[in-house]
């Protein structure tokens, strides 16, 4: 990350979804632009998987000369997730009660649980109201139960996911873990930090980054080319390279935590039916499809736009799968400025 990030410790108890008590809670945040008087000029961006608060570096397209952010007008936060490894308090956090970094033993987390735990930023800020709360992935998992449980939010941006994880990405996200687990530097989640499981992550990317592009991608950038100095094909040493990078810049606990908080995502979970509870949002909704995603395919966020009233629905077209969330800002931008200016 090439901005370091603020931190701000939270000390008073927290306690999980699943009863874990935290005494203190640190929360790693960036931001852009200037808040204003009433403290309601704010757009929130919500990370995916991997990523950091400094969005900057991951939704560029979103703050250049002709991108939809204005930081005349607005203040921008992004804020790393509970679990992650960037800041905020994860596995990798020392215990203030053991003074042992948590690793295995830090709790199991739900994506409400995130939610949470970066509402105690807003009001720790005295931010009064969120323009919009944009994500997409697991950022746009984390927008949506913000725009249900917090009233501060006027408008959402949903990209590139559903109304809950569905069995195809709980088993995908399964098949990662495993291949973690199986690392012979695993031990049960309590690795010697100068040691982790890093084969055992990397694999782990490299399956996520096969479900992040699409067939057509994969064909037009390598066809059947063959690396003869690596013995290998192009592919397979993209994907080599992709695993080694996300190991060796990331935690393996954080990984599982992360994608486990992942498939919590139901909107649904005690609350009643899908169509009661996003039936009952009326935050103005702009819900973004990428054709080719493979991961959450594009009937997903249609199924949002008909589920939540307020709500417009809009595809895009690319060959880059799921990430092109994170590549096609030219449309991106497009759809956010008319949404933008018609609420």
Known sequence: MSNKPNITTINQARTTESGFEFPSLNIAWNSWGTLNETKDNVILICHALTGSSNAKDWFYGLFESTGFIDLDRHFVLCINDLGSCYGSTGPASVSPVTGKPYQADFPEITIRDIVKHQQLLLDH?????????????MGGMVALEFGLIDPRIRSLALLAMGKSHTPWAIGISHAQRKAIYADEHWQDGFYDPKVPPQKGLSA?????????????????KFRRDFNRNKDQFEVESYLDHQGEKL??????????????????????????SFSEVLGSLTTPCLILGISSDLLYPIAEQQELAELIPNSEFKKIHSDYGHDAFLIEFEQINKHLKSFYHSI
Request: glycine fraction near 8%; proline fraction near 2%.
């Open 204 to 220: 782990a990317r490299a399956l996520a980054m096969i479900t992040y592009r699409s067939p057509q991608n994969y064909e037009h």
């Open 125 to 137: 800020l005295g931010i009064r109201g969120v323009e919009l709360a944009i994500g997409g992935s």
């Open 247 to 272: 190991s060796s810049r990331f935690d393996a606990n954080s990984y599982i935590s992360l994608t486990k908080a992942m498939d919590s995502h139901d909107v649904s979970r005690d609350r009643g």
